[in-house]
């Protein structure tokens, strides 16, 4: 038992450096990031060197399929340490950009209107609906910047004669090409060839920039060495992680660890990267290194790479100045990332990338190596399986000596692992469903990542399916059944191991661990489970508001606030009951909409003994384009600033167990 207690050392030295010190430090400061950084770092290679020299040198050379399994585990951790090391060196410092744009802001501007620099906005589409492409570019127009210095290109790789007639309506120039070569890298090239501004903004063709776009990024590059400045990436909708797992209002989307924490720490470095939209370069830097780079699918990150070798460098503003569209559905969820992994594979065979690019240093070229998407999904697997292994063939993933080893050498490196990514993202990341997400991912990425080393080019490039063309719900049979085969055979081997004359281990302690390890597993692989269910969800998303407005009806005039609005209609609630009843027409007055007729849908009394009205319009014209403003250009957003442990817990066991209400809008 003493023994047993004193094997937990080093983990209780992990959990009191962190409550003592880590935790009670500031974790936007650089001092206490390395600090902290390299304190894990220490842990991390105390159990590495532990691991290789007692356990994988220990194991007797025989060739048995022990052996194999033994140092293909190993070289599996090998490169799960290196991409920690990279996390760890990158997240070691902190940058906040925001005073520095306050500053040029405040100084750039009091320039007159004719000194300001010319800018243009690509849009560059393929095959997005009406819904999605009108905000775009009604967001685009409304940017608080001088009009005669601002020109909106819609780049249109369809050649759309509707989108043409709608981009002459709104006065933006509608551009085509007789050809896609080169695909969306391409379809920038082509505008470079027609437009003339001294920078260019790109915005896909889901995102919206909010009006202060152009006046907080534009200022900096008054620097000379800048090239791109990039801004984080937003959302206005529930992308399929957050439907999928009833999780809409207490998860944050998926992509929120690297906008928010990775992007500003990489910038601290001077490795940050462009990621396409929501980006500003300069047309001069752009030109000198020939246009758009269209070796790989991933132009963006090529652009920041070929930039580099010549001097130039990407900034993060790391400010909400944009709202776009989540992948909608898993089909659009795994078309992206399966882009992104793709195209990050292929930069290391480029004489342009990582490992050839001319001019870049040792330290750019570690940091730009795709190692993360080389090494995530096979250690996500490794560790899905290690334990169905053990239990099936009585192969450990290490020459074990005993329990108290993997208590005294492996434990602490989890608890400092979990505990630093609680430290460094409190609101991005929970053990269970993060790991979650990441074993539902991994069955279908890990194909694209072995695929891609094989094969890294001639997979065309792929337009991640929006808007109200992108209506499907899918089963995801094939995660799902692959997710169910390991839950079956970590489930069954555990109780095959239960009864003595079945047992395939024997009297082996790791039995012990192994059995732990299999019963995590398997609830992380149930969550992952729902993921594959596709929930339905509204086209449009509404946003949660609080001001004051005013309903007229045909009985009088009743004063309450809207607490939900969207392009199609919203929630007002009152402290009395309303008169009105469903079907009535009425009269909506609120900021910048004096006189917006309605219909009311439904009335209903909540549970806190007030009365909520839900309302619908048909906007057109000028009004919708007013909409669209107030809406998706600054005024609000659907960030989660923190996490509800309980309400996670509930969103699970609900999704899990209950029934879930049919999304509406």
């Keep these: 038992m003493v023994q047993h207690l004193v094997s937990l050392a080093p983990t209780l030295v992990v959990v009191a450096f962190f409550f003592i010190f880590s935790l009670n430090w500031p974790r936007d400061r650089t001092w206490s990031r390395a600090i902290t950084c390299l304190f894990v770092l220490a842990v991390a290679l105390r159990y590495t060197t532990w691991r290789f020299f007692a356990t994988v040198l220990a194991h007797p050379v025989d060739w048995s399929f022990g052996?194999?399994?033994?140092?293909?585990?190993?070289?599996?951790?090998?490169?799960a340490f290196a991409d920690i090391l990279l996390f760890l060196v990158a997240m070691s410092r902190y940058v906040d950009r925001s005073a520095e744009a306050d500053?040029?802001?405040?100084?750039?501007?009091?320039?007159?209107?004719?000194?300001?620099?010319?800018?243009?906005?690509?849009?560059?589409?393929?095959?997005?609906?009406?819904?999605?492409?009108?905000?775009?570019?009604?967001?685009?127009?409304?940017?608080?910047?001088?009009?005669?210095?601002?020109?909106?290109?819609?780049?249109?790789?369809k050649r759309r004669s509707w989108l043409k007639e709608y981009c002459e309506s709104k006065g933006v120039v509608h551009v085509t090409r007789p050809d896609n070569s080169h695909a969306?890298?391409?379809?920038?090239?082509?505008?470079?060839?027609?437009?003339?501004?001294?920078?260019?903004?790109?915005?896909?063709?889901?995102?919206?920039?909010?009006?202060?776009?152009?006046?907080?990024?534009?200022?900096?590059?008054?620097?000379?060495?800048?090239?791109?400045?990039?801004?984080?990436?937003?959302?206005?909708?529930?992308?399929?992680?957050?439907?999928?797992?009833?999780?809409?209002?207490?998860?944050?989307?998926?992509?929120?660890?690297?906008?928010?924490?990775?992007?500003?720490?990489?910038?601290?470095?001077?490795?940050?990267?462009?990621?396409?939209?929501?980006?500003?370069?300069?047309?001069?830097?752009?030109?000198?290194?020939?246009?758009?780079?269209?070796d790989s699918i991933t132009e963006d990150l090529l652009t920041t790479l070929a930039l580099l070798n010549r001097g130039y460098k990407t900034r993060y503003l790391n400010e909400r100045l944009s709202m776009g569209l989540a992948a909608e559905n898993l089909k659009g969820y795994f078309i992206q990332r399966g882009r992104w992994c793709r195209g990050g594979i292929?930069?290391?065979?480029?004489?342009?990338?990582?490992?050839?690019?001319?001019?870049?240093?040792?330290?750019q070229r570690f940091m730009f190596l795709p190692l993360s998407w080389l090494v995530q999904y096979t250690v996500r697997f490794v560790i899905l399986v290690v334990p169905a292994v053990y239990l099936w063939t009585g192969a450990a993933p290490l020459y074990f000596t005993g329990t108290q080893d993997i208590v005294w050498y492996q434990l602490p490196v989890l608890a400092a692992y979990f505990l630093l990514m609680g430290w460094l993202t409190p609101t991005r990341y929970l053990p269970l469903v993060s790991s979650a997400v990441g074993a539902f991912a991994t069955f279908r990425m890990l194909p694209v990542v072995l695929s891609s080393l094989v094969k890294p080019f001639g997979t065309p490039f792929?337009?991640?399916?929006?808007?109200?063309?992108?209506?499907?719900?899918?089963?995801?049979?094939?995660?799902?059944?692959?997710?169910?085969?390991?839950?079956?055979?970590?489930?069954?081997?555990l109780v095959v191991n239960i009864v003595p004359e079945w047992s395939r281990i024997g009297e082996g302690e790791f039995s012990v661990v192994s059995a732990y390890w299999a019963v995590v597993n398997i609830a992380v692989l149930m969550v992952a489970a729902l993921i594959c269910f596709e929930k339905p969800r509204p086209l449009l998303d509404s946003f949660a508001t609080d001001e004051a407005a005013r309903?007229?009806?045909?009985?009088?005039?009743?004063?309450?606030?809207v607490t939900s609005l969207s392009l199609e209609g919203g929630i007002v609630e009152?402290?009395?009951?309303?008169?009105?009843?469903?079907?009535?027409?009425v009269i909506l007055e609120m900021e910048r909409f004096p006189h917006l007729r309605c219909t009311i849908e439904k009335v209903s009394r909540l549970a806190s003994r007030r009365y909520a009205m839900r309302f619908s319009y048909a906007l057109d014209g000028e009004c919708r384009d007013r909409m669209i403003v107030k809406l998706y250009t600054g005024a609000y957003s659907q960030d989660i600033h923190d996490l509800?442990?309980?309400?996670?817990?509930?969103?699970?066991?609900?999704?899990m167990f209950g029934r879930t209400a049919r999304a509406t809008a």
Excluded at 67 to 79: P, Y
Excluded at 462 to 482: I, L, Q
Excluded at 574 to 585: E, H, I, L, R, S
């Design 67 to 79: 052996f194999v399994w033994t140092w293909f585990v190993f070289l599996v951790e090998l490169g």
């Design 103 to 157: 500053r040029r802001e405040a100084t750039f501007f009091t320039r007159s209107a004719a000194d300001l620099p010319t800018v243009d906005v690509f849009i560059p589409t393929y095959n997005e609906p009406i819904d999605v492409l009108e905000r775009t570019i009604v967001g685009a127009l409304a940017l608080d910047y001088p009009r005669d210095k601002l020109t909106v290109y819609v780049l249109d790789d």
């Design 184 to 294: 969306k890298a391409g379809n920038m090239n082509n505008g470079l060839t027609v437009s003339s501004g001294e920078f260019i903004a790109i915005f896909d063709a889901d995102f919206v920039p909010y009006r202060s776009f152009l006046r907080r990024t534009v200022p900096f590059f008054e620097d000379p060495t800048i090239g791109i400045v990039q801004t984080p990436q937003h959302f206005f909708n529930k992308d399929p992680v957050q439907s999928n797992l009833s999780l809409e209002t207490v998860w944050p989307d998926e992509q929120r660890l690297f906008f928010d924490e990775m992007a500003a720490s990489r910038d601290a470095w001077d490795v940050s990267f462009c990621c396409g939209s929501c980006s500003i370069a300069r047309r001069s830097a752009v030109e000198e290194i020939g246009g758009f780079p269209h």
């Design 346 to 363: 292929q930069t290391i065979y480029l004489h342009n990338g990582p490992l050839r690019g001319p001019g870049l240093t040792l330290f």
């Design 462 to 493: 792929r337009v991640t399916p929006k808007g109200s063309g992108n209506e499907e719900s899918e089963f995801d049979a094939y995660t799902f059944f692959s997710i169910a085969f390991w839950i079956a055979v970590t489930a069954l081997g």
């Design 551 to 561: 309903i007229e009806s045909e009985d009088g005039a009743l004063a309450g606030r």
């Design 574 to 585: 009152f402290d009395t009951a309303p008169t009105a009843q469903a079907g009535d027409a």
């Design 644 to 655: 509800d442990k309980s309400a996670i817990a509930s969103g699970l066991w609900s999704r």
